[in-house]
């Protein structure tokens, strides 16, 4: 018999290794150094530039151009003029009803619709799952164009119903260029995606944590309030922190809807001052006012890292999950389905019903069976045949690839400085990667239009100046997949091809870039969904030359024409759905299968 | 002339500001075609050890030479890719978007060009080494654990490299499919004739592949030697616990017999004899190592010199023994007893003691041995004796 030995049971792997110490000799400077480089320099430039020209225009008179060579016209002109009009407190105080407000709907009904989805015996639940999902596949320019069809209050769809009901005339009684409209329809579009961002935490929950509390002789509304709810906090508050930037950066519906009832936000205040209908654009007193909207959204920013810090963010994210135990509904069950299927009516059916109505509408008027009778496509082949559409569609998928090419290679460089790089710069990358995410879009498109006002860089009045502001604002988004996906890979990965014998290039091309493939890929396809969704940039940087499909729809809607505005909306909805389905299908995939 | 040298290797990094020593000045040398063991707990220091060699940590100072060549010193770092080297990790790091035939094929693809049937003729050759031939066109992910690990071998071994790095490579294998790549692992050491570093916190599968095995604890060695001095003869009681159940006596010499070399210990458990390990005078104060299959019991007194008197706590039956722990007086003492034994609680045996398995430590101030026992084996002893 051999010597029975005890074995010291159970012994843990070493702790992972740690960076060594910073101030170590390097010796020789590699390939990665010039690529870890030239990445931050390119960083640095998309990501400062822009705050940089901001600053200095907002402090300039820039009643002769932004200037950037001296003698600098430094004033506190723009300061003064915007401190002194009290309507920079009205835009202020409305830009706070409109974000809280519809911050607090889409909460409300995300919440609802994850716990019906997650956690109770509702029919039909994955059907219920994919009708609030799917308005993410239309444009909040879209959906406020369909509102303003539905509730305007001289021919509105449902004003002329409920006139015809109550017998009642003139106009109303609805109106949906108003405040508290406003906040429903951009709380409705904020649903998909709050939606989707909760049920995943609520999913990737380890249900055994809630079957503890129940085992322990927990009620239903106890574990709730002691155990989901404050599991899910970092989830809510990342998601509230993300969604208040949507908020405050958008155009979208605060043109459509606001600027007819003179509701003002600060999004659009900016738009104003940079693009008047009337005399020259302001851009000092424009800068000032991004400066405000940058100030807004990055003081929630700050709330979040403290709440979150950066420990516990990640612990109830767990592989294999149990279903936990479902609450039944019981007597609650058909008012569950009323709230469930008539959110979705409203907020999904309703808008794209009228859309396809007013495309197939000769023009926009009221619904009798003399319109059942004027029901035509002339309106598609027109459109569709126009050189206007082709342009626009052709600048579109050039704008997609190329703000989509853009962000996910910067992203790729920068994540791998971020989790895998042994360089100093490393906090400066995960700083400027993160920075373009509180920078509101608004602002981003004003300070890069002032930077190619004034650089000998022919981009301006292009679609590459659209594409450049866009790279840059998604490059968060790409670096936050990029960033899971490599520290996805085990390091010792690339660490054994490196004991192979392979250099720093062959592990890239061979082992790296083979693996990332899925996530590239899948964030390839979320950027490109979002850049042809944007209106904001499009828009700040518009000009003939650069016209796409958001800024053509907005610009047909401006002129008046229902129902050209009708047709393209319903063909980019098409497409953005089209888009949305073959990203859940390709993010299905995993790596190596 | 060794094949692997190392001098003075020091590795210490920054953890938020605190300066944490993982490797503190460690010297060793490898031999030709040894099989050279590093075995210590979590965090003694012997994954860096092995990384640096790697190439895949950069040590703060000290000398690394391998095959005369030196690697890294305070001018030189050869970068990792051109080391002459074959490693196997943890994970195995099996590339899953490869086949098997590539992942093994990966090494040769790096250096100069070799051509297709070369290439083809080598990745065979390493496969068969590692019983995998006919898995050369499944793909990485089909692979089990077992298969994984000899691909990552092969892999390892495919460049014919003149030193192998194995970093735990066995640990993430169940305990049956362990026992057989323990055997297969050190069969094909052999037959391939390559110099091997091979890192685990296993002491059997340190004891039972290793030539030379070195000690760590807290980025220091603290003992080398071939299994069958790190087992039968510890330097401290740290080598002692670590390296399989050991019970612990504290005694004080009483008499030296130097023609016998025994010596007369008056010890916690009473007076004992021992056969005289290390140098010792009368009146030194030394920690008495026992291991528990050198201990017997029995009902009956035995014939001999050390007979000592205890009480059973419990006895665990575990097929091929009984381990027992019994106490004398307030010493817990672990014996491994036969499995035809059936003592019970709180029966009285006796304790056979030979002094020629007493394995002496000298203890220079009181108590201080205490705190150098590792702290697992205390673990152990209290979860045994609460079973």
């Known amino acids: 018999m051999t010597t029975t030995i005890e074995r010291d049971d159970p012994v843990a792997a070493d702790p992972p290794v740690a960076p060594p110490s910073p101030g170590r000799r390097s010796g020789r400077i590699s390939a990665r150094t010039v690529i870890n480089t030239l990445t931050i320099l390119v960083l640095l430039y998309l990501v400062l530039g822009p705050l940089v020209m901001l600053g200095v225009s907002a402090f300039e008179d820039t009643s002769g151009g932004v200037v950037i060579t001296p003698p600098f016209p430094w004033t506190g002109a723009n300061f003064h003029t915007v401190f002194t009009t009290s309507e920079t407190y009205t835009v202020l105080w409305t830009t706070v009803l409109f974000s809280g407000g519809a911050l607090l709907f889409a909460f409300a009904v995300s919440l609802t619709f994850a716990w019906l989805v997650e956690r109770t015996d509702l029919p039909a639940r994955n059907t219920v799952f994919v009708l609030v999902v799917a308005p993410q596949g239309m444009p909040a320019l879209i959906s406020a164009i369909a509102w303003s069809l539905l509730l305007n209050p001289t021919n509105g769809f449902v004003n002329e119903v409920l006139r015809s009901v109550f017998h009642a005339s003139g106009d109303g009684p609805l109106n949906v260029y108003s405040l508290p409209w406003m906040i429903l329809v951009q709380g409705m579009a904020l649903v998909p995606l709050t939606f989707l961002l909760i049920t995943a935490s609520l999913r990737g929950m380890n249900a055994s944590l809630e079957d503890a509390a129940r085992t322990s002789g927990s009620s239903f509304w106890t574990i709730t309030r002691k155990v989901t709810l404050p599991l899910l906090k970092p989830a809510i508050i990342g998601a509230l922190v993300y969604e208040f930037v949507t908020v405050v950066e958008a155009v979208d519906i605060p043109l459509v809807l606001g600027l007819p009832g003179h509701v003002t936000v600060l999004s659009t205040q900016i738009y104003n001052a940079s693009h008047p209908p009337v005399g020259l654009p302001n851009y000092g007193v424009g800068s000032t006012y991004g400066i405000f909207l940058l100030v807004l959204a990055l003081v929630p920013l700050l709330f979040y890292n403290r709440i979150i810090g950066d420990s516990g963010s990640y612990v109830t994210v767990t592989g294999k999950t149990f279903r936990p135990k479902i609450q039944e509904l019981g007597r609650w069950k058909p008012w569950a389905m009323l709230f469930a299927w008539g959110y979705i009516f409203v907020s999904f059916v309703m808008p794209l019903l009228i859309l396809i109505w007013a495309s197939i509408q000769p023009y926009f008027g009221t619904l009798s069976r003399d319109a059942l009778k004027r029901v035509t496509v002339k309106s598609y082949k027109s459109t569709l045949s126009s050189d206007l559409f082709m342009t626009a569609l052709k600048n579109t998928l050039v704008l997609g690839l190329a703000t989509a090419a853009m962000s996910m290679i910067l992203a790729m460089l920068v994540s791998w400085i971020i989790v895998r790089s042994r360089s100093r710069l490393r906090w400066m990358a995960d700083v400027l990667a993160f920075l373009p995410h509180a920078i509101p879009g608004v602002v981003i498109g004003l300070a890069t239009l002032l930077i190619y006002l004034i650089l000998p860089i022919p981009v301006y009045g292009t679609i590459w100046i659209i594409a450049i502001a866009m790279g840059t604002q998604y490059v968060s988004l790409g670096t936050r997949l990029t960033t899971g996906g490599i520290a996805q890979i085990q390091r010792s990965l690339e660490e054994a091809a490196e004991a192979s014998g392979a250099k720093q290039r062959h592990v890239w091309r061979r082992v790296l870039i083979p693996l990332l493939r899925p996530v590239f890929f899948n964030g390839f396809l979320m950027v490109f969904l979002a850049s042809i969704q944007n209106l904001t940039l499009p828009l700040m940087l518009y000009s003939t030359g650069n016209l796409v499909l958001s800024s053509l729809i907005y610009t047909r809607w401006d002129y008046g024409d229902a129902t050209g505005t009708a047709v393209l909306s319903v063909v980019m909805t098409a497409i953005t759905i089209v888009a949305a389905i073959f990203l859940r299908n390709a993010g299905g995939r995993r790596a190596g299968e | ?387």
Request: with cysteine.
């Open chain 2, 1 to 387: 002339m060794a094949a692997i040298r190392v001098d003075q290797l020091h590795h210490c990094y920054d953890d938020r500001g605190r300066a944490v020593t993982a490797v503190d000045h460690v010297s060793f040398d490898v031999q030709e075609n040894e099989f050279y063991t590093l075995l210590g707990p979590s965090g003694c220091g012997k994954t860096t050890t092995l990384r640096c060699l790697a190439g895949l940590e950069v040590p703060t100072s000290g000398t690394i030479e391998m095959d005369g060549v030196v690697v890294f010193s305070s001018r030189r770092v050869v970068p990792t890719h051109r080391r002459d080297i074959g490693m196997v990790f943890q994970d195995y790091a099996v590339w899953p978007h490869m086949s098997v035939f590539e992942n093994v094929a990966f090494p040769l693809h790096t250096g100069k060009r070799l051509s297709g049937t070369v290439i083809k003729d080598r990745v065979h050759e390493a496969l068969e080494l590692v019983n995998m031939r006919e898995y050369a066109d499944r793909k990485a992910t089909q692979l089990s654990g077992g298969q994984q690990q000899r691909l990552s071998l092969a892999r390892a071994l495919v460049r014919q490299p003149k030193v192998l790095l194995l970093d735990e490579p066995l640990s993430n294998l169940d305990a049956k499919l362990r026992e057989q790549m323990r055997k297969e692992l050190r069969f094909l050491q052999r037959r391939v004739k390559v110099t091997t570093i091979f890192v685990t916190h296993d002491q059997v599968e340190a004891l039972s592949m290793s030539n030379r095995i070195a000690v760590m604890n807290k980025g220091l060695i603290v003992q080398v030697g071939t299994p069958r001095e790190i087992y039968q003869t510890p330097h401290s009681e740290f080598v002692a616990a670590f390296v399989g159940a050991t019970s612990f006596v504290q005694g004080t010499v009483t008499s030296v017999d130097v023609e016998a070399r025994q010596v007369s210990l008056d010890t916690t458990i009473g007076p004992l004899v021992s056969d005289m390990n290390i140098e010792l005078a009368p009146g030194e104060l030394v920690t008495i190592a026992i291991r528990p299959e050198a201990m017997r019991l029995s009902s009956d007194p035995f014939e001999g010199t050390n007979n000592i008197e205890a009480v059973v706590d419990i006895g665990l039956f575990v097929g091929d023994a009984v381990d027992y722990d019994v106490h004398v007086g307030d010493e817990l003492l672990r014996v491994k007893g036969s499995p035809h034994t059936r003592f019970r609680r709180r029966d009285k045996v006796f304790v056979d003691v030979p002094p020629s398995e007493c394995v002496l430590i000298r203890r220079a101030e009181e108590g201080e041995a205490e705190l150098a026992r590792p702290q697992d084996t205390l673990e152990t002893v209290m979860i045994d004796t609460s079973a």
